[in-house]
């Protein structure tokens, strides 16, 4: 299996739910992303790990928590979501990141979230 | 503030009508100005990396443009499977992460 693979592809939760989202890469990259995309907004950056180093969190709410246990390999765990948390998260990975010229992303196909 | 506008947020052509989509952008310093196409229910696809104003690249029917201030992405004789939002982002100077514009939904009808 080559590319980025998200499970699950559909999630719906209550807002005292626990779940997780994962994602994995089988293209040898270094950087792994999880991004939210809003209808009709642009992509919001949550969290970056390079080399299994988180880098990045761009002021996340602590209802979302992210893990990775290896480079191919990343995680969101959510709990206690709210409805404005419905949305599609994607996964991406890229060859490295922070370099001086950031590296093409490989996004995976998402899952979407639906908080009742 | 740096910010990534795109233009038309969405634009009906008839198959084999040729135009244009826009994304301009204001930051400090341009380090690469990326776009990508996203089908429904799929993550976004890569499509080109431009680096210096005047710069071009061709992938079939596609052609991506840079100035100073914006890049083109003109669709040439376009097929309904061309149908997708095309979104733009951009890495400014001094900063890794990339600032994404809202996309154009491309509706190509046959």
């Known amino acids: 299996e080559t590319g980025v693979t998200q499970t699950p592809r559909h999630l719906v939760m209550g807002m005292t739910n626990k779940k997780s989202l994962k994602c994995e890469q089988h293209l040898g990259h270094n950087a792994m992303y999880w991004y939210k995309q809003s209808a009709k907004k642009p992509l919001e950056l949550m969290f970056v790990y390079n080399f299994k180093e988180q880098t990045e969190n761009n002021s996340v709410p602590s209802r979302f928590s992210p893990e990775c246990p290896n480079s191919s390999h990343l995680f969101l765990h959510l709990h206690t979501l709210q409805p404005e948390d419905s949305a599609l998260y994607l996964c991406a990975s890229s060859q490295d990141h922070g370099g001086w010229r950031n590296s093409p992303l490989h996004f995976g196909n998402g899952t979407r979230l639906t908080v009742t | 503030e740096d910010q990534v506008t795109q233009s038309p947020e969405a634009l009906r052509l008839q198959e084999g009508e040729s135009s244009s989509l826009n994304c301009s952008y204001t930051?400090?310093?341009?380090?690469?100005l990326f776009w990508y196409r996203q089908d429904p229910g799929k993550g976004p696809e890569f499509l080109f990396t431009l680096y210096s104003a005047g710069e071009e690249k061709e992938k079939e029917r596609l052609k991506a443009t840079l100035t100073k201030k914006e890049s083109f992405l003109h669709i040439t004789a376009p097929k309904p499977e061309d149908s997708a939002t095309y979104l733009c982002?951009?890495?400014?100077?001094?900063?890794?992460?990339?600032?994404w514009g809202a996309g154009t939904k491309l509706i190509i009808k046959p």
């Open positions: 930051v400090s310093g341009l380090r690469g």
């Open positions: 982002a951009v890495q400014p100077a001094g900063n890794y992460q990339l600032i």
